[in-house]
């Protein structure tokens, strides 16, 4: 696997905007902008969908200072088939765009790319747009949203949201220092309602990558954070660094952390592109701007299934990029 | 949109292995390998895809003289959904793994992302892999094969096939000189059974913007070959230079090469992310090695549509990527 440091890729500005069960949520005061349904006032859930992922992207820019009509260079990511938000919402842009999917490792593989672009190329900023929403993937990958089949325990939910991150190479506080590009592991895993697990090996893998190819370990971050292996995944990963005699203790999950649980239902958490950048977006980058963190790794984590090769039996191969935010 | 200029990038490998009716074509003969179907001898049409991808990318492996456990970087793009021909192939290699979608234009996407990122890191080859099959396709985007609806006119075929372009830095005679990553563009167009419709403005304002970013002209290339507007998206983008007063005279579009149109029933020709590759990496590369072309700009264009934002009456929106294979 392939490990990058970088020395001139800054954070000018995040941004995130929720549905109403993460407005809900431990994270719920520090969205920039929630809605009261999933529709956002639109006709169709395809349609709230964009609007969300349009606010997130325009509220970052604003944020970062830069011309609403966009930076140089767009990334983007959602769950719907062929990126179907993302490219729509793109057109709205003068940005030259990076169509990418890794499912829900995708908010890393776009910052890992735009971090290597900013450095290679003329381009002064790039931003990378994360979206998922329950309504339109629960409906795409699993039964439409009436069906009350009931769920297992190993369930996940898709986060309702959308991140942006705007990265330049003009100095703040914040920077990306060093990523890692994950491969693909198909371990077998055949279970759609236990994502977590079936993504869990790719995680450690990507982890281990990382810190053998940079030189760096476990403690050297204040905190690891998974998105989205939620509780079972968790645990597995925390038992394959045990098995060589790494404990990790600084570890926590965005799907563990997104939801109150048990108060709402959540089974195990939440997954969805969107789920690692809301909680990173807001509870860490705070503790990142108020110090209280220096360095935080943060490994998004996805699990690259089709409802057809599901339906052929054919098992669910996952993959994790990883990507470091540093005090500057 | 973002130009770019390659000083180290070098083709070390093509390949491409095809269906049986691009086998019946005017490319048919300089395929590196072709199947008698869409199954590939598998049970099912995405297992014959896959296949197909493997081949085209071990073949090209093995042309490169590189290891066939993979290069340290693969960047793949099918068109089913979630990417699942190239996330279920990638996880036989050990490289790291980008997925990238952006339709038809997803190979231009690849190679331009390759070519920087070899620049910008300490990777040594990487490999773009692009796919698609007549089989999965027709039945994902528009009806099961079986199902005997006429067609328009304006139909064009998914190509059946795999294409893979192994680049690396030590010099070989054709390199990746130039490339602009384009921007997504929406203007309104409805009808899914005219894509070279939907694509020509795109292909225009992206070729238009590597002119004027690079400062060349159109007489500066031996061959431009766009993929895939074919024949009515191809009259529409000389139209569009010819009311600025630019005559191209060096343009074709691989969609109108990879079938005998007529005799093969290929209504306006082929589509599809193999149908360029396929088409460069045989009959164009031929000429690049014999010193018949010296350079050539390939525009590949994509129709960013989704089966049920089409359901929902929503426009689709078209982007084009382009770079140039040069003699080194």
Redesign the interface.
Do not use: H
């Given at each position: 696997?392939?490990s990058?440091r970088f020395e001139n890729v800054y954070i000018k500005s995040v941004s995130a905007v929720a549905g109403p069960k993460e407005k809900d949520g431990p994270c719920g005061n520090l969205f920039d902008k929630t809605y009261t349904s999933l529709y956002a006032e639109k006709k169709?859930l395809?349609e709230g969908e964009k609007t969300m992922q349009e606010d997130a992207i325009n509220i970052a820019l604003i944020k970062a200072g830069l011309d609403i009509k966009g930076p140089?260079?767009l990334i983007s990511a959602d769950l719907?088939?062929?990126?179907?938000c993302s490219?729509?919402v793109?057109?709205s842009?003068?940005?030259?765009?990076?169509?990418?999917?890794?499912?829900c490792a995708s908010s890393a593989?776009g910052v890992i790319?735009a971090s290597?672009?900013l450095?290679?190329?003329n381009?002064k900023n790039a931003l990378i747009s994360s979206t998922s929403s329950f309504g339109t993937a629960e409906r795409?990958f699993r039964y439409p949203l009436e069906y009350g089949i009931p769920k297992k325990q190993t369930t996940t939910l898709t986060v309702t949201g959308s991140g942006s991150m705007v990265l330049g190479k003009k100095t703040t506080d914040l920077k990306i220092t060093e990523a890692?590009?994950?491969?693909?592991?198909?371990p077998g895993w055949k279970d759609v309602n236990d994502m977590g697990g079936a993504m869990s090996f790719a995680a450690y893998k990507t982890l281990k990558s990382h810190f053998e190819n940079l030189g760096t370990k476990p403690s050297d971050y204040d905190l690891i954070i998974t998105g989205d292996l939620s509780i079972i995944g968790s645990n597995i990963l925390l038992d394959l660094f045990k098995e060589e005699g790494i404990e990790i203790k600084n570890h926590n999950d965005a799907g563990k952390i997104i939801y109150q649980r048990e108060k709402q239902k959540a089974f195990c958490g939440g997954s969805g592109i969107a789920c690692l950048p809301l909680v990173a977006y807001t509870k860490i980058y705070e503790k990142l701007k108020k110090k209280e963190y220096r360095k935080v790794l943060l490994a998004a984590t996805g699990a690259?299934?089709?409802?057809?090769?599901v339906q052929?039996k054919?098992s669910i191969?996952a993959?994790c990029h990883c990507y470091t935010i540093e005090r500057g």
């Open positions: 696997m392939q990058y169709t395809e140089e260079l719907n088939n062929q990126l179907a490219s729509k793109a057109s842009y003068i940005s030259s765009f990076l169509g990418i999917y890794s499912a593989e790319l290597l672009l450095e290679r190329s381009i795409q890692t590009l994950g491969k693909v592991f198909d690259l299934f089709d409802p057809v090769y052929q054919q191969p993959i």
